[in-house]
């Protein structure tokens, strides 16, 4: 049998007479093993399962692998979003240097076209990024564009698309 803890506590938490409180110490033990582990499982980063904010999410060609990681700026100390472009053989073809903040979210996705879909849930600009004469070029999209292209719907949180 564990050993008894025993205290005396009033209503307020301050030590009074009267009938002690017991604590069983054979229960404190499992309880301070399993907090720990816990607390662990719970804080513990889950994988990114939405969407549209998949990681190695291949172009609709099959042609580009699309990666966003948050990479660490030495010069400027902050996180940041990194729209990268590699061929299938993991060859990085483009990496953009845009200032996303990492402590915001972004949101990707590739239209039909083999364009980068993204929009920053910092200040609702969207943006895409297609090949033109060999170079990737980012453009920052409204929706009055000249050029009548829509983001693919599957960019849009559900949030957004809800509200629409």
């Given at each position: 049998m564990?050993?008894?803890?025993?205290?005396?506590?009033?209503?307020?938490?301050?030590?009074?007479e009267?009938?002690?409180?017991?604590l069983?110490?054979?229960?404190?033990?499992?309880v301070?093993?399993?907090?720990?582990?816990?607390?662990?499982?719970?804080?513990?980063?889950?994988?990114?399962?939405?969407?549209?904010?998949?990681?190695a999410?291949?172009?609709?060609?099959?042609r580009?692998?699309?990666?966003v990681p948050?990479e660490?700026d030495?010069?400027?100390?902050?996180?940041?979003?990194?729209?990268?472009?590699?061929?299938?053989?993991?060859?990085?073809l483009?990496?953009?240097?845009?200032?996303?903040?990492?402590?915001?979210?972004?949101y990707?996705?590739?239209?039909?076209?083999?364009?980068?879909?993204?929009?920053?849930?910092?200040?609702?600009?969207?943006?895409?990024?297609e090949?033109?004469?060999?170079?990737?070029?980012?453009?920052?999209?409204?929706?009055?564009?000249?050029?009548?292209?829509?983001?693919?719907?599957?960019?849009?949180?559900d949030y957004?698309?809800?509200?629409?």
């Amino acid at each position: 049998m564990g050993a008894l803890l025993e205290c005396q506590i009033g209503k307020n938490g301050a030590p009074t007479e009267g009938r002690p409180y017991k604590l069983d110490m054979k229960y404190l033990l499992p309880v301070c093993l399993l907090l720990p582990a816990l607390l662990f499982i719970s804080c513990k980063a889950k994988d990114i399962d939405l969407p549209n904010q998949k990681q190695a999410f291949a172009s609709p060609s099959g042609r580009y692998i699309l990666n966003v990681p948050i990479e660490w700026d030495s010069q400027d100390q902050l996180h940041y979003w990194r729209v990268t472009i590699s061929d299938v053989k993991g060859t990085v073809l483009f990496k953009d240097d845009s200032p996303f903040q990492g402590r915001f979210n972004v949101y990707w996705y590739w239209d039909n076209n083999d364009r980068v879909w993204l929009t920053n849930s910092d200040n609702g600009n969207t943006y895409y990024w297609e090949l033109e004469n060999g170079k990737w070029q980012r453009t920052q999209w409204h929706e009055d564009n000249t050029k009548s292209l829509l983001p693919p719907p599957e960019l849009l949180t559900d949030y957004r698309r809800k509200k629409k």
